[in-house]
């Protein structure tokens, strides 16, 4: 009976967790649209692993985009100008497990609100977290 309780117990917790989680992307997504919208794994070109960013600022806006490996080294830093702007970006290593910890941080030099975008590889699928930070 006690073993049957905790199962109930573990299924609750998942679901509350699922659900809170596809909720707070989805009010993040329209709350705030002069933040980066979105870090897709595109798939990749000569077996390197390609993602685009997407911001959907509707207003002209200059960001600084850093990217970052799993040491916390910087892997490129560069200003972005413009409205709905799309990039890509190309990861320089064919070991995808290389790639786990690359964050992508987003910084609207105007409002000094960050994104922060965490890669996280596994054998079946690519992941992609995003944390929002505001500098004071």
Do not use: C, H, W
Not at 24 to 29: Q, R
Not at 63 to 74: E, L
Not at 103 to 112: A, D, G, M, R
Request: aromatic residues 6%; charged residues 25%; glycine residues 4%.
């Amino acid at each position: 009976m006690k073993k049957t309780m905790n199962n109930y117990k573990m299924i609750a917790i998942g679901l509350v967790t699922v659900l809170t989680l596809g909720l707070s992307n989805a009010t993040f997504a329209s709350n705030n649209p002069d933040v980066p919208s979105a870090l897709k794994f595109m798939g990749n070109v000569n077996n390197f692993p390609v993602f685009q960013l997407e911001l959907n600022n509707s207003t002209n806006a200059e960001f600084i985009v850093t990217v970052r490996d799993a040491d916390k080294k910087i892997l490129l830093s560069e200003k972005i100008k413009g409205e709905k702007i799309s990039r890509r970006y190309k990861l320089d290593s064919e070991d995808m497990s290389l790639i786990t910890g690359t964050t992508f941080e987003v910084t609207n030099k105007l409002t000094k609100e960050s994104s922060v975008y965490v890669i996280d590889v596994n054998t079946n699928r690519t992941v992609v977290e995003n944390t929002i930070i505001t500098k004071l």
